[in-house]
């Protein structure tokens, strides 16, 4: 958990040193081999901070929470997605599940109908960008990410989402100037610690198996709509947590960590 421990002087040491690393390296004509050590090491840790989801060197990430139970909070990313939305609600309700659903914007204002659906069924919807630029996050003008974030906000203000808190960033990519808007915002970044990567391999067996793997009393557990067999993927985890004793909750801001 070291990683996902804020310090404020630790980001500001990083923006510092990498602010000063190219200037001391062209100062020294690159001959240096101390400075160009340390401006590869301060580009290398800004680099992770950016791109490991669960670290909070650039601001505080949520991983996980306290629980009161046996309890775990599913997160389901980058919906809705039509038809399978419209299913996957039905099933969620038929087990008493609910969760959260960090939403594209441009999406949402799309598909009014399956929102009202997540909504009126207890699940909360949150911000997950307008256009989910997942790839270029990290390097997004930060009117382009104030943008994103507002954008996103006014899809789901115009949803009827009243308490817009909560905010997961797309591939969890950090911006260096993420924090300052979202506290700007009184938003808070949601990050995850149990993973199915069910982007990338799709498998419902294999997702269940990596969430097996990593699942504890409140965690934070990301799963996707709109993928190959996504849906499958989500029921067969909640099949499986269930059998252990698991319950869906959504914490309070309270209890997040
Ligand atoms: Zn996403």
Known sequence: MLFNVYRPWLRLFLLTANLFAPVSVLLSDFESPWINAAAAIAHASLIYAIVAPGCAWLGPVVTRFHPRGREVWLTIDDGPAGAETEYLAKELQSRGVRATFFVKGNRLEAQRAQADQLH??????????????????????????????????????????????????????????????????????????????????????????????????????VLHEGKKRSVEGILRVIEELQSLGYAFVIPSDEQLI
């Open 120 to 221: 009126a069924a207890g699940h909360t919807l949150a911000n997950h960008t307008q256009t989910h630029p997942a790839s270029m996050f990290w390097w997004l003008f930060p009117s382009t990410l104030r943008e994103e974030l507002d954008a996103c906000d006014a899809a789901l203000l115009g949803a009827g989402v009243a308490v817009r808190r909560w905010f997961r960033a797309p591939v969890g990519l950090k911006h260096v100037f993420l924090h300052r808007e979202l506290a700007a915002r009184d938003m808070r970044l949601i990050g995850w610690n149990v993973r199915g990567r069910d982007g990338i391999a799709s498998d419902p067996e294999a997702v269940v198996k990596r969430v097996l793997r990593q699942v504890r009393p409140g965690a934070i557990v």
